[in-house]
DNA sequence: CGTGGACCTGACCC
DNA sequence: CGGGTCAGGTCCA
């Protein structure tokens, strides 16, 4: 059986391509909370779907390797997957070209820098940043290499649907178990099953909110559902992808008019997938950041993230930032991460040892690695003072 | 325009 | 083990 690649035992299995940890840091970006389909599958090494592929990718100081597997043929006519495969769900990579090691390998790499939008020069933007905002500048010097993903945009919209009133380890599991049940299956690492993302039809079928009610959807398995019918039914196919091409405001609100879709998904998705750098996700984590970190409205008392106040806070840091406020957005929501913190406080000083609890418990708990929990609201204060007095100390 | 609740579920804490 | 609280919100009155 086929199992999952490391870079240490098998260099041949392998391709790489020109990329900084000063511009790409793969722990940080994979599992920020941007996309919920990669895992850490060994040290350094995350495995995920991208394009229709799975992939395992990971990095050294100037270069990013991966690593794709071939994805299993279907037998036709002789499948009992029916229930795992609805009809109309087109098989990828199906009869695939005859295209050579070097083009396929060339291919892949573009796959690549597209995803991890590797034009977009990170260090450029810090320093940009950092220059103007020293909050900004302490926190990016820690975490160097948080980029945003360009994601698939039918896979973006439907993720984060997933995640309202609910926390990441949860998002996770559901995301996977949606792939699961509605996707097409690719390959088996491992005696772990990789499926592609559903696609629009297989989840707008009726069936589907009662399937995914079963598999622990809340509800939210009537959103997915109704949402994937009202494209199909009244935009066609094409549609999300096409939102790529209209300005940041008209997509926004065009998504809004889908269930389940608020100011704040909406908002995920014209950043992570439709080329909307100027897109910021307003949610408790970055509305605390505003008044935290930036003193926004202080002392305002506001109860609740109303329209006006999203939009104002929004507008705020793209005034703040410029056109690619988004990612700078994520790169203090990273940083706002209880899985991160330990990050942090180790600072600049170096502490091997540390580190190596730190793998030990990802690889333990593997779903959902904290590092340094913080229990209440009282000691996350406490931690962030002491993390402004450290600052201000610099 | 702003507020208060309900909403599924399970991770995490005591 | 049992009970509360909370999570990258959204929708409705």
Redesign the pocket.
Known sequence: MASHVVLTSGAKLWRSLPCLTSELRLDLTLA???SFRWRETAEGHWTGVMGGRVWTLTQTDDRLWYHVYTNQKKRRGRENRAEEQPEGVPNVEEEAPAVTDEQQSTMEAEMLREYFQLHVKMEDLCRHWGAADRHFKNTADVFTGVRMLRQDPTECLFSFIC?????????Q?MVERLCQALGVPLCQLDQTPYHDFPTLSALADSSVEARL?DL?????A??LQQSAKMILDTHGSQWIEGLRRVPYLEAREAL?T?????????D?VCLMSLDKPEAV?V????WQIAKRDYKYAADNG????????YKDIGDFFRKLWGPYAGWG??VL?CADLKKFQNLKEMGHVKQPKKEKETHKRCKK?K??F?GN?I?T?SEYRKKAKISVKKESTL
């Open positions: 920020c909370g941007q995640t309202s009133n609910n926390h990441i380890s949860r998002i599991g009610r622990g959807f809340g509800y939210r009537r959103y809004r889908l269930p389940g879709v608020g100011a704040k998904v909406a995920c996700p949610d408790t984590h970055v506001q109860k609740s993230l109303t329209d006006k106040l957005q994520s929501f708990t779903k959902d904290d929990k229990k609201e």
